[in-house]
């Protein structure tokens, strides 16, 4: 029987007028057929059935839930304002805690549980800071820079991502072990099996370093020791777990003196910004994007890219737009480097397309890479050659999008971009 | 038993297209309507007319109920399956299939979205007038099978007018083609007309040629608001008097009004309503009727007389309809639920007024939208649909309105249909005879009464 907690937010469901303009822009519903059980509509009716007792949780129920990237796509179109994406949560959290998901779900928030409480998603703690190598950050400061597990460990989602396309569910029997085989000391073998991608994230965080420094932004890392903000945590519907989680890294933070964070990681940054202050008491931590400082600190003059003009796209990820509300000033920056032409996708701004990031990337591989497919090739139909975004899912996805679309662009980091450009000015 | 129909429907459809587990099925279970809830026994989700025709033969062999199903945005109950048996999901028939922009048809399968389609016409300059407000997510089955209407029904009809011909699967599995593919056919009965708003009892549509029409060079947008509501409607005759068919004549009531203006902290004027015109045609014909309807709105009386020159001012214009519908779920914290009736203009302000007085007595708050150069109104219920009790006094107040309207010489139904909602009130409206003609035509299309049994009374 469903709670009486769950009832009363089924409330709010009320004012849904079950319009179904969710339907029209929901990026899983795309890559379906269409079935009303899939996408925002249908996961609200299904909401309402748990709530009132007219379904039972269950595996099957528990796939509708997980099924959604939490990008607000449908937040940002229902005319009665609701958060379609907060409710896959909540129905998540329920289902969780009724043991009602699959075994492979359990395994991967039993694995994020105990990454997480390690300091690192991808149980990678021991590496994550190799980034900073050579860099000169201090440890404490005021203004934190928040490099994210999900930045510097990327490399091994990507892994993962590879390890799901073995086919006969071995590939989820991997997954599921390498919690065990990172725990165990084998993260030197993932080191080697994610060789060919690791540089590319480190380079994205010490890129971005480097473009603050340039600014004159002073920032702290915490390497080894920064926590993980466990936002994950909360994606699974582990929302108790999250929550304590959530009050622990306050604790880390204050006890640092910490006043500012800058997040590179959108997903980390939307976590502080809009869940942290619903989560933890006091807490007043300001959150900033890398994009808003660099834009706001950025010089007047016109800087430009060392390699001849190039027409770039800009894709914005869901969690920067619709959670952090940043959608100006990565253009800002894009547009003020010079030999570059910045042309913009069909959907873009608050309107963009999620890239089937969103955390179950890993639970739903192939739905997740059709809508990343089809994000690519909507960025691609702008004759761009770069395809600029920066969120380290958004690369995964992205990246992945263009190696199986065979598109002819290159994704890179915003940070990348604006370092090239900048790193001539001063040091 | 049950089992083994769903042995044959997977050979029809496949294995995902028969839907059965509870989790599949329960989103079936309700539309738009949100008072109304039935749990289908089986899901079924063809590709092909051909599919379809094995489905229903099966579904009238078996005597099952089916249930055709577009995008279930309708407000009357009209997709749920009262009775249980199949629910037919045709949103996987989803194809344009020609536009000839010589002819001026379009065909296309019932699955295909309204906006979708609106899109892929508007590439070639045409469009189809029919537009429900949930274009978005409505499909041109739905559209057809309720014969939708919309803000633009004023000058252009509804769905039935802009339909020339249907593929139908009858219930007895045979597929017949009615109407033509010309503008024009004059043979025998209009079967087209008969089918486009029968709500799915007689028959599956599997395919329309619809009438489409080059869209206009220009459009214009004015806003007014009136004092009195008797004045609004004395503007709506007069622009009419002066030989301009609008577009578009909405009309919004004083709740909407203080609605928008609390939930955005604005201040517009609290007038009793608040209009909003749009004109279209070239745009010479655009600019000289504007100039006119400015004219007639600011002598009958109207205040802020708008005129959107942009594209931004006639977004801007749309604000209080557009924001209304947002405004008043939010304030009330309860439910909205959009009603319909329609009375000749002449009675139009007296209506207004009247179902004011009803809902306070009722104590139901209401917001009035309306369409009002045809007569339409939507008066949009504010209701808790977990209070039983409340949910009784609304039924109760939409009886009342309805008969309203039937005693100004209106109607029970200006578009939304009859579905499970007005079904005891059509034969106050129909009459007794009218009704056996009804039911003796649902009976010679479909005498096991298979499809959408229990709606329109018939």
């Known amino acids: ?427 | 038993m049950i089992e083994q129909i769903v042995q044959r429907l997977v050979r029809v459809v496949g294995q995902r297209n028969v839907l059965s587990s509870p989790e599949d099925l329960y989103p079936y279970s309700l539309d738009a309507s949100l008072q109304y809830r039935a749990m289908p026994s089986l899901v079924v989700r063809p590709y092909t007319s051909e599919e379809v025709v094995e489905i229903v033969t099966l579904a009238n062999k078996e005597k099952i109920p089916v249930v055709a199903r577009g995008g279930g945005t309708n407000f009357v109950g009209g997709v749920v399956p009262v009775r249980g048996g199949i629910v037919l999901d045709l949103t996987r028939m989803n194809k344009i299939l020609e536009i000839n922009r010589t002819d001026l048809r379009c065909d296309v399968e019932p699955g295909v979205v309204h906006g979708d389609l609106e899109k892929e016409l508007g590439k070639s300059g045409l469009f189809w007038p029919p537009d429900p407000g949930s274009s978005e997510s409505c499909t041109i089955g739905g559209v057809l099978s309720t014969n939708a209407g919309g803000m633009r029904a004023l000058k252009y009809g509804t769905a039935r007018d802009w339909v020339l011909g249907l593929k139908v699967v009858l219930p007895n599995g045979e597929m017949i083609r009615t109407g033509a593919r010309t503008l024009k056919s004059n043979v025998g009965y209009d079967l087209t007309r008969l089918i486009v708003g029968s709500e799915g009892t007689l028959g599956v549509i599997t395919e329309a040629s619809l009438k489409v029409r080059p869209a206009p060079e220009a459009t214009s947008r004015l806003s007014a608001f009136f004092n009195e509501i008797e004045k609004a409607g004395a503007a709506v005759a007069k622009i009419f008097e002066s030989g301009v068919t609008p577009v578009i004549v909405e009309l919004m009531d004083r709740n909407v009004i203080r609605a928008v203006n609390e939930w955005l902290h604005l201040s517009l004027p609290d007038a009793e309503a608040s209009m909003l015109i749009e004109l279209d045609g070239t745009k010479e014909e655009v600019e000289n009727t504007a100039k006119k309807v400015e004219h007639i709105l600011a002598e009958a009386g109207a205040t802020d007389v708008q005129r959107a020159a942009s594209k931004e001012e006639m977004e801007q214009l749309y604000l209080i309809r557009r924001e209304g519908q947002i405004a008043l779920p939010r304030l009330t914290g309860k439910t909205t639920m959009p009603h319909d009736f329609c009375v000749p203009l002449s009675r139009l302000p007296e209506a207004l007024r009247k179902v004011q007085e009803l809902a306070e007595k009722r104590k139901i708050p209401v917001a009035i939208l309306s369409h009002a150069g045809d007569g339409n109104v939507h008066p949009i219920f504010s209701v808790d649909v977990s209070d039983p009790s409340e949910m009784k006094r609304a039924r109760e107040l939409n009886e009342e309105i309805c008969m309203m309207a039937l005693d100004l010489g209106g109607t029970i139904s200006g578009e939304h249909g009859i579905g499970m909602d007005k079904a005891e009130l059509m034969e106050h409206e129909c009459g007794e005879n009218s009704l056996r003609v009804m039911r003796s035509i649902k009976k010679a299309f479909d005498p096991n009464n298979i499809m959408n049994p229990g709606k329109m009374a018939v």
């Not at chain 1, 079950?18 to 379906?32: D, E, K, N, T, Y």
């Not at chain 1, 540089?199 to 010490?206: K, P, V």
Request: glycine share 8%.
């Open chain 1, 1 to 427: 029987m469903a709670s009486p907690g769950l009832r009363e937010l089924a409330k709010k469901l009320y004012y849904c007028e079950h319009c179904g303009l969710c339907r029209s822009v929901c990026p899983i519903l795309r890559q379906s057929s269409q079935e009303e059980s899939v996408g925002p509509r249908g996961r609200k009716t299904l909401f309402l059935g748990l709530a009132e007792g007219q379904l039972r949780p269950s595996p099957v129920l528990a796939e509708k839930f997980y099924l959604c990237t939490t990008c607000r796509a449908c937040y940002f179109k229902c005319p009665a304002g609701i958060d379609i994406g907060e409710f896959s949560i909540l129905a998540r959290h329920e289902l969780v805690k009724a043991r009602a998901v699959s075994p492979f779900i359990r395994r991967v928030t039993s694995s994020v549980t105990d990454g997480v409480s390690r300091g690192d998603i991808f149980g990678a703690s021991r590496t994550k800071a190799k980034w900073s190598r050579g860099l000169d950050i201090p440890v404490n400061g005021e203004t934190l820079f928040f490099a994210s597990c999900m930045d510097s460990s990327m490399a091994y989602g990507e892994a993962l991502l590879r390890l799901l396309q073995i086919p006969l569910r071995i590939g989820e029997r991997l997954v599921s072990a390498s919690r065990t085989l990172q725990s165990i000391g084998l993260y030197h073998l993932f080191e080697s099996v994610a060789q060919g991608s690791l540089g590319f994230y480190r380079n994205t965080l010490a890129d971005t370093v480097k473009s603050l420094q340039i600014l004159g932004v002073d920032v702290a890392y915490m390497r080894e020791n920064e926590p993980c903000c466990g936002v994950a945590l909360h994606t699974y519907g582990l929302v108790d777990e999250f929550s304590e989680h959530a009050r622990k890294v306050q604790k880390i933070f204050a006890e640092k003196g910490v006043k500012r964070l800058i997040t590179h990681n959108p997903i980390c940054g939307a976590a502080f910004k809009t869940l942290y202050p619903q989560f933890v008491k006091d807490w007043n931590i300001e959150v900033k994007h890398v994009t808003e400082v660099i834009a706001e600190k950025m010089p007047q003059q016109d800087l430009r890219l060392p390699s001849k003009k190039a027409t770039v796209t800009y894709h914005d990820p869901c969690f920067l737009a619709r959670y952090m509300n940043v959608v100006e000033e990565p253009r800002t920056i894009l547009r003020r480097i010079e030999n570059i032409q910045l042309v913009e996708p069909p959907h873009n701004r608050l309107d963009t397309n999620c890239d089937g990031g969103g955390g179950v990337e890993l639970l739903y591989p192939d739905v997740c890479q059709d809508i990343a497919e089809s994000r690519v090739k909507e960025l691609v139909s702008t004759g761009a050659q770069k395809i600029v975004s920066c969120c380290p899912v958004c690369a995964l996805m992205l990246k992945e999008g263009i190696k199986k679309t065979g598109a002819k662009a290159q994704y890179v980091d915003i940070m990348t971009l604006f370092y090239e450009a900048a790193k001539g000015l001063h040091k």
